[in-house]
Every structure is written in C-alpha cells, then in structure tokens.
C-alpha cells in the first residue's frame, strides 16, 4: 500500500473529514472539536492521534486551563491536504477522462507541470495586485488634481467608482475631458 492510499484510506471516515475541514479553517483542540462535532473527547483524541501521526495535523501550540491540563491545539497540514485534494483530483479526472481528456505523462512530468502552473498562477496573481495598486495610485493621483473636489462631478465619480467597483463611466469622462 502507497502513501496516497494510506491518505485516502484516512480520509474515508466522515468525522475525520470534518476534523480536517475545522482543522485548515483555525487550530482548535480536541474538547473543542468534540462539543462542535457532538462527539466525545476521547473519540476525537483518537481521530486526531491518526491524522497527526499520518502528517495531517500537527500540533500549534497550548493553551493554559484552570479546568484541567493544557489544551494542545491542532491545525491541518496545507502542504499535505493540498496534495490530497490533487490525489482525490486524479482519481475525479479518471472517472471523467472522457469527457475531460486523458492526462498522459509520467508521474515527475505532472508534477513538474503542476510546479509550472503554480508558478504561472503566483506571477498572474502579483501582475495583478502591482495592476490593482497602480490603478488606485493614479485615481488618488487624479483626485488630488481636481479643483473643489467637494463638489466636482469628477471627485463624485472616483467615490462612486471606488465603492462600486466599476470604473467604466469614470474611465469614459475622463476620456472627455484634458486635465493639465
């Protein structure tokens, strides 16, 4: 048996999926997650003991109780649930490889065109905050060129475009008018 089977065998057991699920949401310790998932404490130590030892979860801290011992928190493992849903991913594609297509390749192949997209999606994604960030320095840039921005229409229209989000009307007066 592999690792991925070991992982998805883990994961075949609903109370282990909905510790999983709290788990890659905020830390949280087994009282906790007994009274949420309306099970006893010991049943959950047990689930918990099995996704830490698989790598799962792993301990984040303590925290002091005047009831009783330290409550250890827990908190799921992105790096190994991200590499479960790809798991859980390929087994989805195998049952819809008609309609999706075949991925051929080796294993080391896929891996290293999931490294490529990864990459690809974090340059889009900072193209997309430095776009984000220099398109509201040049509308503060244009606010602060307006005359009387208390009652300019323009000043209306960059407040309006802000809060709505859509600067197409701002973008077409601006195209109007030169401001120097």
């Known amino acids: 048996m592999n690792m991925s089977t070991d992982l998805l065998d883990l994961i075949d057991n609903d109370i282990r999926r909905k ?18 998932l309306g099970s006893s404490q010991q049943l959950i130590a047990k689930h918990i003991k099995l996704l830490e030892d698989s790598g799962l979860v792993y301990k984040v801290g303590k925290i002091e109780s005047d009831e009783g011992p ?28 008609v309609e999706m297509g075949t991925l051929n390749g080796s ?7 999931l490294k490529d997209i990864d990459y690809r999606i974090r340059r889009l994604e900072a ?5 984000i960030s220099a398109k509201q320095r040049i509308l503060l840039t244009i606010n ?10 323009l000043f209306r229209m ?7 989000g859509n600067f197409d009307l701002l973008f077409q007066a601006l195209n109007k008018h030169s401001f120097d």
Not at 19 to 36: C, H, K
Not at 158 to 164: D, H, K, P, Q
């Open 19 to 36: 510790i999983l699920s709290i788990l890659s949401i905020r830390p949280s310790y087994t009282f906790e997650l007994a009274r949420s």
């Open 70 to 97: 330290p409550r250890i928190l827990y908190k799921a493992n992105p790096p190994l649930l991200s590499l479960l849903q790809f798991i859980e991913s390929i087994s989805v594609f195998d049952k819809d490889s």
């Open 107 to 113: 294993f080391q192949e896929l891996i290293t065109q």
């Open 127 to 131: 193209d997309l905050k430095e776009l």
């Open 144 to 153: 602060e060129l307006l005359p009387d921005t208390e009652t300019s229409m």
């Open 158 to 164: 960059i407040s309006e475009a802000f809060e709505n």
